[in-house]
């Protein structure tokens, strides 16, 4: 029984370690999140969406600091 325990705590450690390290990749760019970009803002143009993009998940991005107090629209 104990060895049970051990391994699903063990198990969800893993797992849990797994799924906060995919999380924090950022592993799409603007060329990847174009098209819903473009289906959620279809007004803006090319430059103003990978402008807003940028805004989001650049390098200072709004989405990169969680407890960022800027608002994200003042980045345009």
Do not use: W, Y
């Not at 473009?38 to 090319?46: C, G, V």
Request: one cysteine or more; charged letters at 15%; proline letters at 3%.
């Amino acid at each position: 029984m104990k060895k049970l325990v051990v391994g699903i705590l063990t198990g969800a450690v893993v797992l849990g370690g797994a799924t906060f390290a995919a999380a924090d990749s950022n592993v799409f760019n603007f060329k990847d999140m174009k098209p819903f970009i473009e289906q959620m803002h279809p007004n803006l143009s090319l430059e103003q969406q990978e402008q807003m993009f940028n805004a989001c998940h650049g390098e200072n991005g709004f989405m990169q600091n969680g407890t960022n107090s800027r608002n994200m629209m003042n980045n345009f």
